[in-house]
């Protein structure tokens, strides 16, 4: 998609142009799917509060959850 206004397209035909769209979507819905299955991972366990939260924020960084969604995975 970055390629899109500075190179000339390499796609034969439009399906298959299509085709790379999908497989970069996918590729970043698992990426999003990973990320927040790694955020619910995350526990405070026996970690101080702020070693806590460093590793909270290292972890929701980049990560699409709403602010109201973050707040709740931090209180769980």
Same mark, same amino acid.
């Given at each position: &998609?970055?390629?899109? $206004?500075? *190179? =000339?397209?390499?796609?034969?035909? @439009? ?7 999908? /497989? *970069?979507?996918? +590729?970043? *819905?698992? !990426?999003?799917?990973? /990320? =927040?299955?790694? #955020?619910? +991972? @995350?526990?405070? $366990?026996?970690?101080? &509060?702020?070693?806590? =939260?460093?590793?909270? !924020?290292? @972890?929701? %960084?980049?990560?699409?959850?709403? +602010? %109201? #969604? #973050? @707040?709740? *995975?931090?209180? %769980?």
């Amino acid at each position: &998609m970055e390629n899109l $206004g500075t *190179e =000339i397209l390499e796609f034969e035909t @439009v399906g298959k142009l299509l085709e790379k769209i999908k /497989k *970069e979507l996918e +590729e970043e *819905e698992n !990426k999003e799917s990973k /990320k =927040i299955a790694e #955020l619910k +991972e @995350v526990e405070q $366990g026996l970690q101080t &509060m702020d070693k806590y =939260i460093q590793i909270f !924020k290292k @972890v929701a %960084r980049g990560n699409s959850y709403k +602010e %109201r #969604l #973050l @707040v709740e *995975e931090f209180k %769980r």
